[in-house]
């Protein structure tokens, strides 16, 4: 296996995510080729140089890497195995970098089922939403052999802020921590929204009680910075639908029944997005929990900004 840096990136997934990242993986002089269930997604990267496959086998066989990007693990294993799967098009040595939130067990099973093959597997889940990926200012969080990441680097800082590129430990550790970060987000998006509705149902200014909530100890990113889209704009951010969320709050709760820890707390989060999910249609924004208590207590919560 070669220790320089690819330049040929083979990309399946031209999502939400996906799309912004393959044209940062161009802009950045990568040569792709890339691959989705909708030829369409593909139409701007291929008149900007790109060539489509028709498979994931054929993305793997002219690719350096194969990257994934795709929304449940069900979806990797599609994509991985059958005669069109990227193990019938990679070769000995090659390497596979999912990306997706995911759990462990599928890059797993292609390790047990294909140990002489010497493939190079890495998990690199994301965070930073679609504006982070259209950015390039995704956070990177890379689960593998250290050389592996080191030589993968340039791909990575292609599609993510360099300073916030991690290599989290062994293969698994990615998909590990991202499910971590995703179910304390969530958790603070539960608890900051149950806080808010109790505060102004009971009288307070909503302006008075956040600008108190940061002045205090309980103060956090989610109160100060995320929670001002929806008490700005209103805007529940349908960029990431609450479907997935309730996908990778499932993945987080099953991590911790493989791993034997309790989530009691975690339990009841995913209970309220699937309650919000059950109610407002699989396609409503990620913080959508926030508008089912504002409309279990009749107030939108919003800040009346005084325009100068």
């Not at 759990?103 to 093959?117: D, F, I, K, S, W």
């Not at 505060?199 to 956040?210: E, F, I, M, S, T």
């Not at 990113?221 to 997935?244: K, P, R, T």
Request: proline content about 4%; glycine content about 10%.
């Amino acid at each position: 296996m070669s220790s320089t840096s690819p330049t040929r990136i083979g990309f399946i997934g031209l999502g939400n995510m996906g799309s912004g990242m393959t044209r940062n993986l161009q802009k950045a002089g990568f040569d792709l080729v890339v691959n989705d269930i909708r030829r369409e997604s593909a139409d701007q990267l291929v008149a900007n140089g790109a060539e489509w496959a028709t498979t994931p086998a054929e993305v793997a066989a002219a690719s350096d890497v194969v990257i994934t990007m795709l929304p449940t693990p069900r979806h990797v294993e599609t994509v991985v195995n059958g005669p069109a799967g990227i193990l019938a098009g990679i070769a000995d040595g090659g390497t596979w970098v999912d990306m997706s939130t995911s759990v462990p067990e599928v890059a797993q099973r292609v390790r047990a089922e294909n140990p002489h093959r010497d493939l190079h597997i890495l998990d690199a889940p994301v965070s930073g939403m679609a504006v982070g990926a259209a950015s390039g200012m995704l956070q990177i969080f890379v689960g593998g052999e250290e050389a592996d990441v080191a030589r993968l680097r340039p791909v990575f800082e292609a599609m993510g802020d360099p300073e916030r590129i991690l290599h989290v430990g062994a293969a698994g550790a990615g998909y590990t921590v991202k499910l971590m970060i995703n179910q304390l987000w969530f958790s603070h998006l539960v608890a900051t929204a149950e806080v808010l509705a109790i505060g102004v149902k009971a009288g307070v200014d909503l302006a008075v009680l956040r600008n108190s909530l940061i002045a205090s100890p309980a103060n956090s990113n989610f109160v100060q910075n995320d929670m001002l889209s929806i008490l700005d704009h209103g805007d529940y951010d349908e960029g990431f639908a609450i479907a997935l969320a309730c996908k990778d709050l499932g993945l987080s709760i099953d991590l911790a029944r493989s791993v034997g820890a309790p989530s009691e707390l975690s339990a009841l989060v995913e209970q309220i997005y699937r309650r919000a999910r059950a109610q407002y249609g699989d396609l409503a924004g990620e913080m959508t929990p926030v508008k089912l208590y504002e409309d279990l207590i009749g107030v939108n919560l919003r800040l009346e900004r005084v325009l100068v």
